[in-house]
Nanobody, 116 residues
Framework: QVQLVESGGGLVQSGGSLRLSCAASRMIFSIYHMGWYRQAPGKQRELVATISDSGSTVYADSVKGRSTISRDNAKNTVYLQMDSLKPGDTAVYYC??????????WGQGTQVTVSS
């Protein structure tokens, strides 16, 4: 069973930065598309950023220019660097992994809270 473990969340002031990490195990990491999603209280889960197995990236408009997704296949880890954080970025951030045509695997999530 694929395991995804997120870390790096926390409380940060508006304008600050955080780097989230997602360590994957029990999978051939390099063939998976990886992504970060978030869910704020009372809202649906939404895409933040994805990175394909070949390294192509996609960002939500809300984070474009402020966030960078990257992956290290040697460490089986995907990262999300978030800068210029805003209170609206407050959410639980989830790591996801999938292969095209197959179900997603999800991590347990890490809380990000941005204070004004």
């Amino acid at each position: 069973q694929v395991q995804l473990v997120e870390s790096g969340g926390g409380l940060v002031q508006s304008g600050g930065s955080l780097r989230l990490s997602c360590a994957a195990s029990r999978m051939i990491f390099s063939i998976y598309h990886m992504g970060w999603y978030r869910q704020a209280p009372g809202k649906q889960r939404e895409l933040v950023a994805t990175i394909s197995d070949s390294g192509s990236t996609v960002y939500a408009d809300s984070v474009k220019g402020r966030s960078t997704i990257s992956r290290d296949n040697a460490k089986n880890t995907v990262y999300l660097q978030m800068d210029s954080l805003k209170p609206g970025d407050t959410a639980v951030y989830y790591c996801a992994a999938h292969i095209t045509g197959f179900p997603y695997y999800w991590g347990q999530g890490t809380q990000v809270t941005v204070s004004s």
